[in-house]
């Protein structure tokens, strides 16, 4: 039985398939109209074909080199490649000047003494539908027990402890990829699982977004450059449950619009948090952010939303971040969920595509930036489970070592 390409849904039985999937010979198959309506403005990505490449990673050089020299990759021209990388669209109409530095290194290997989410092997989601269920609708938002919030509080200090550690590293020459490796030894060293990689075939052990990118960037071979901005999606995978918490780093000095863009989203989340609390609806955590960011000439992205956030990766309730009055639903005790608003820097919210069918970037090629908490609702109001604090794993005793420039693979002591 297929399981539903939707945003946020993993229904089991999806039998409808996109009658443009279907033509073009691709799988992908939704539970009904509606969430095929609602997955619209994202699925349609994958329609786009990867251009037809030439047979090998040197003639593909040669071309993008060629191609990039001409200035007619992409919308102007893009920065220059890092030498030994290419970009493996090379007519793709780029909103921005970043491009994909490929290739791309291999996928980090996992031992077995870590245990693995349910599409850990595969990709899909199987284990956890037939043993939780998934029913659709409001009635499916997870209530937690005592003992279980407990294990969720460790196991998301453990994620807050793995961004911080990884947000030392940032500076410019440091790759995305190192940090990806970073990011992959630090979960290993804490018998963890990181949460992204394979998730429905993500390559990598972290999502870097750099400037323009909004969300799910790839890691590769690009080095850093003073002025980026950079998002660090940290979720890793322990004792059962799943953590997630991303926020948005400047690297080396920003420019003053910049760092304009990561304090109104920050104060966008923090505004949302602050009305959390048994009984408040769920619509109103956008009712916070988007007047926040619309009154800095900013857009708030809907393309993409929070979500629930426990036993699955991704589970209901779908948190919205724009203002929306047909969202539906209330906070109860014991919920867990994410509230991770993605922020652009001008009035245009919309959302285009790269050709890997992951890295989501603004439109007119501005900047965006995104911070992301998980929240548990308690009886008093909420808690931050991801909340910065001074956590260190207990009896590891992992020296990790700083990341150099240039330095290809991170080599980790001690694990």
Same mark, same amino acid.
């Given at each position: 039985m297929a399981t539903c390409a939707g945003i946020n849904c993993a229904q089991g039985n999806a039998k409808m398939q996109c009658p443009k999937c279907k033509d073009l010979d691709i799988s992908s198959f939704f539970c009904g109209q509606d969430c095929f309506r609602k997955s619209w403005s994202t699925h349609k990505s994958v329609h786009t074909k990867p251009q037809a490449q030439p047979k090998d990673d040197m003639n593909l050089m040669k071309l993008a080199a060629a191609l990039q020299q001409s200035g007619s990759s992409g919308i102007g021209r893009g920065e220059p490649m890092e030498e030994g990388a290419y970009d493996p669209f090379p007519n793709f109409p780029y909103?921005?000047? &970043?491009?994909p530095h490929y290739p791309l290194s291999a996928k980090s290997k996992v031992p077995d003494t870590v245990t693995l989410p349910d599409y850990?092997?595969?990709?899909? &989601?199987n284990l956890l539908k037939a043993t939780y269920g998934l029913a659709k609708g409001l009635a499916s938002i997870k209530r937690l027990s005592s003992e279980e919030i407990d294990v969720m509080r460790r196991v998301c200090r453990l994620g807050r402890f793995v961004l911080q550690q990884t947000a030392k590293q940032i500076k410019p020459g440091v790759t995305t990829d190192q940090l990806d490796k970073y990011v992959h030894a630090l979960c290993m060293a =804490? =018998?963890? +699982?990181?949460?992204? &990689? =394979? +998730?429905?075939?993500f390559p990598k052990s972290v999502c870097t977004s750099i400037n323009e990118v909004i969300c799910h960037g790839i890691p590769d071979k690009r080095k850093l450059k003073e002025g980026d901005i950079i998002n660090l999606d940290i979720s890793l995978f322990k004792n059962g449950f799943h953590t997630d918490l991303n926020a948005t780093f400047p690297v080396g000095k920003i420019d003053a619009d910049s760092q304009k863009l990561i304090d109104t989203t920050r104060k966008s989340l923090d505004n949302a948090i602050k009305i959390c609390k048994p009984g408040t609806p769920f619509r109103n955590i956008g009712n916070e952010i988007q007047p926040t960011c619309d009154a800095e000439g900013f857009s708030v992205v809907k393309t993409y939303t929070g979500h629930g956030v426990g036993r699955e990766f991704h589970q209901s309730p779908t948190i919205l971040h724009h203002t929306n009055m047909r969202s539906k639903g209330e906070m109860k005790v014991g919920q867990i969920f994410t509230i991770e608003p993605m922020v652009n820097a001008s009035k245009s919210y919309h959302v285009e595509h790269w050709n890997d069918n992951w890295t989501a970037v603004t439109r007119d090629g501005v900047r965006s930036a995104q911070f992301e908490e998980a929240i548990l609702i308690t009886e008093n109001g909420c808690e931050v489970l991801t909340a910065a604090d001074d956590y260190v794993p207990p009896a590891e005793h992992v020296t990790i070592p700083s990341i150099k420039a240039d330095q290809d693979v991170v080599t980790i002591d001690d694990i």
């Open positions: 909103s921005g000047t &970043l491009r850990a092997k595969d990709g899909t &989601l =804490n =018998n963890s +699982y990181p949460s992204p &990689l =394979n +998730y429905h075939g």
